[in-house]
């Protein structure tokens, strides 16, 4: 700005501008002369989502949750360990606690995406990271069943605003031809997680106590939810702050333009307007904010509900994470009783840490082979569901074990390989403002009607039929239908709109100079200035 202060040229008249987004061979919306690059910004949510669902397995393992007290008919008792022992749980209790979590991540989903038009997204991670890093504080100075119980309604909370946000944020920097990689990347780190938190529990409950497990968990999150306070905050693609400098410089130069056109007698109405609702009195600004925040929220969910390839995307993944839930909780136990497993937990979570991380990234960097695009998405989707899940239904006919270790965990490696693909069209098929919506109301959805109701229907139906053979081949017919569901969605019109406009995007005219470091200054900016003052 200064520069163009101290050598004014001559003014020429400004071309208009075009309606269209520029096309940069370059994605990345982080300026290249920060510290924090894309391949950073993607490291640090990885360890992020890595501590999201180490604490989940810690909570599961049998160092952290333990066991209840015991007596014999002899008199002898054996005091419990862990939660359950401790706060002398119920199996009830204690499945509520290990699901506590999902009230507040379900709840809190939405809300801060919609908070996400109005609040920077990367301060909403930091505000989110730092409940989390309270919360499982608190879970370590808990007394008894309610007090465990609300902090992990609240580690969920927390976790909330970093599922909904991080993926667009990735998205958004990653290259075009590696999108999907860098989402496969990232969701590796859920079967990653669980893995470590179930070796992170044992060790840390068995030797330090349960409680040192969520200390430890709290003072590695720390720095990470320091850093979305200090670190500039980043904006995501379709979001501008109102109260951003760049935003009151565009303010500037549109009221500029309209009172120039006004003096000039081409919007003399609008002139008027604006000089009479100046006059008005200010109505309540709180009670518009929530009226607006409620009416914004109404709408992006009717947009939502209305694009078919993202609902046809999301009922498939309801049906697959309907059994991947089921699996992951009856798995052990049908390996037990069906192939007489005496190590049934160690071959299974061995089984999901390989097949998970090899699938998902496998899954990623196929979509990039073949270009990645909403059609190509679902092909892939339908196609490793379809045949992942054939493997797995072939697997439990199989009466020898080592054959169905076989066929089950190529089934598995197929079936991780949706991961990368499944939100590639979640981010892809919305307008870019909708985004953290889309991905908070998929997170919502497939837990709701997913995993959530699975695990107990799965056990009526093994109490019903009394045969974990039968139950496990019922519930993996499940596949079928996910995979003719994404079968569908090949044929459906979809449209990329990753580079469409949206209602919160600055207008063309400053389309060019939008980072996502506040404050930045571009030459875009100054042109805007120098225009105005022409």
Not at 46 to 58: E, F, H, T
Request: proline share 5%.
């Amino acid at each position: 700005m200064a520069q163009h202060e101290a050598t004014p040229e001559p003014c020429e008249p400004q071309p208009k501008p075009s309606v269209e987004p520029p096309m940069s061979s370059n994605s990345t919306m982080i300026p290249t002369t920060s510290w924090f690059t894309p391949k950073r910004l993607l490291a640090i949510f990885c360890v992020i989502n890595l501590l999201n669902y180490l604490d989940r397995g810690a909570i599961a393992s049998n160092g952290v949750n333990g066991s209840r007290g015991t007596c014999t008919k002899d008199g002898v008792c054996k005091s419990g360990t862990g939660i359950q022992g401790n706060f002398n749980l119920s199996n009830f209790e204690d499945g509520v606690l290990s699901s506590a979590f999902m009230v507040g991540l379900l709840l809190a989903s939405p809300i801060f995406a919609s908070l996400a038009k109005s609040v920077n997204p990367f301060r909403l991670i930091g505000v989110g990271l730092s409940v989390w890093t309270l919360a499982t504080l608190g879970c370590g100075f808990s007394f008894n069943f309610w007090s465990i119980s609300v902090c992990r309604m609240l580690v969920g909370v927390g976790e909330a605003s970093f599922i909904s946000l991080a993926a667009p944020f990735i998205d958004d920097n990653a290259p075009v031809a590696q999108k999907t990689a860098w989402l496969a990347t990232f969701y590796m780190c859920i079967p990653a997680g669980y893995a470590v938190g179930y070796v992170y529990g044992g060790l840390v409950g068995s030797h330090l106590g349960w409680r040192y497990a969520f200390w430890v968990e709290a003072v590695l999150m720390l720095p990470f939810a320091i850093l979305g306070f200090f670190m500039k905050p980043l904006q995501l693609k379709g979001f501008v702050r109102s109260d951003s400098k760049k935003a009151l410089k565009l303010e500037t130069v549109v009221s500029g333009v309209q009172d120039v056109e006004a003096s000039n007698g081409k919007d003399e109405s609008k002139a008027e307007f604006r000089d009479k609702s100046s006059h008005e009195p200010s109505k309540s600004k709180p009670a518009t904010t929530i009226l607006d925040q409620f009416s914004g929220f109404f709408k992006d969910m009717k947009a939502l509900l209305l694009d078919k390839v993202y609902v046809i995307n999301v009922l498939g993944y309801i049906a697959y994470n309907f059994v991947m839930g089921a699996y992951s909780y009856w798995g052990p136990k049908a390996g037990y009783y069906i192939y007489h497993m005496t190590n049934a937990d160690m071959i299974f979570g061995g089984i999901t840490i390989v097949c998970g991380i090899l699938g998902t990234l496998a899954g990623g960097f196929a979509l990039d082979f073949i270009t990645n695009s909403l059609s190509n998405a679902f092909k892939l989707l339908s196609l490793t569901t379809f045949v992942g899940g054939a493997f797995c239904f072939g697997a439990f006919l199989f009466k020898s074990m080592y054959g169905f270790l076989a066929l089950f965990a190529i089934g598995e490696l197929l079936l991780f390989a949706t991961q990368g693909p499944v939100n590639y069209v979640c981010l892809h098929c919305v307008k870019p403002s909708l985004r953290p919506l889309s991905m908070a109301m998929s997170t919502v959805a497939i837990h709701i009607f997913g995993d959530v109701p699975s695990s107990p229907l799965v056990g009526v139906l093994q109490d019903h039929i009394n045969n974990w053979r039968m139950t496990a081949l019922i519930l993996t017919t499940i596949y079928f239908p996910a995979a003719a569901i994404w079968f569908i969605g090949i044929f459906l019109r979809s449209v990329d709109r990753f580079n469409e406009d949206s209602e919160q995007q600055v207008p063309s005219v400053e389309r060019t100079s939008t980072a996502p470091l506040l404050e930045e200054k571009t030459q875009a900016v100054s042109t805007s200035a120098q225009s105005q003052e022409c």
